[in-house]
């Protein structure tokens, strides 16, 4: 549902339920037969302000994260009982963000900012290098994250994109310890993406990509 006040205020809410279900069956040996189902409801709720060319907003969310496929295989000795992972739980997410976005100069320069914590319970864990997974606790993800689509002149865009964030175990605790205030393993502290395209009069372009991590 979403509601408009004064053509100036905007507040949306919503709710999203997830049901992923995972059924393995083995045509060989069919005692390995399992089923794991992951479900979860999440609400969301946001509110923006906007004017003119800028809108500045804030919103609570979050989502439900499904594992792959290897991430579902078991580790020993439980693969001789089973062929899905029996210590994954549901991950789900929660997160709060504020952010602006807009438009700079009219035609040639808009830009989107944002800032954001996401908690992250029963992440997805890779152990014994990635042999099999498991959950930790908690996770928590902070960022913030700026992007500038820039057209100096006709036919040439520029769009440049920087992130920045601290992901960090919250919670984490296995048989070699406990890692709490670690870095969240898989995820890079800063991305930079840059892109520049050129469009010709007949319809062809080129473009160049560069991304750093």
Do not use: C, M
């Not at 408009?4 to 040996?29: F, G, K, P, Q």
Request: no cysteine.
């Amino acid at each position: 549902g979403e509601v408009t006040l004064n053509d100036t205020w905007s507040a949306r809410v919503a709710a999203r339920y997830d049901d992923v279900y995972y059924l393995s069956e083995d045509h060989i040996d069919p005692k390995l037969n399992a089923k794991h189902t992951f479900a979860r409801w999440t609400p969301k709720a946001s509110l923006s302000w906007f004017k003119e060319r800028h809108t500045v907003f804030v919103s609570l969310g979050g989502g439900v994260e499904a594992p792959a496929f290897n991430e579902i295989d078991p580790p020993a000795p439980f693969d001789t009982a089973t062929s899905i992972n029996p210590f994954l739980k549901t991950t789900h997410s929660t997160t709060l963000e504020a952010g602006a976005r807009g438009v700079l100069r009219e035609g040639s320069l808009k830009y989107d900012a944002a800032v954001y914590q996401i908690d992250v319970k029963d992440d997805f864990i890779p152990y014994d290098g990635g042999v099999y997974y498991f959950t930790a606790g908690k996770t928590r993800r902070q960022g913030a994250e700026l992007g500038l689509d820039w057209t100096p002149i006709e036919r040439l865009s520029l769009r440049g994109a920087f992130s920045v964030s601290k992901n960090r175990y919250v919670e984490y605790k296995n048989n070699l310890g406990d890692f709490k205030d670690n870095k969240v393993a898989g995820l890079p502290t800063q991305i930079v993406h840059a892109t520049g395209r050129y469009a010709t009069r007949i319809g062809f372009f080129g473009e160049l990509n560069t991304t750093w991590i």
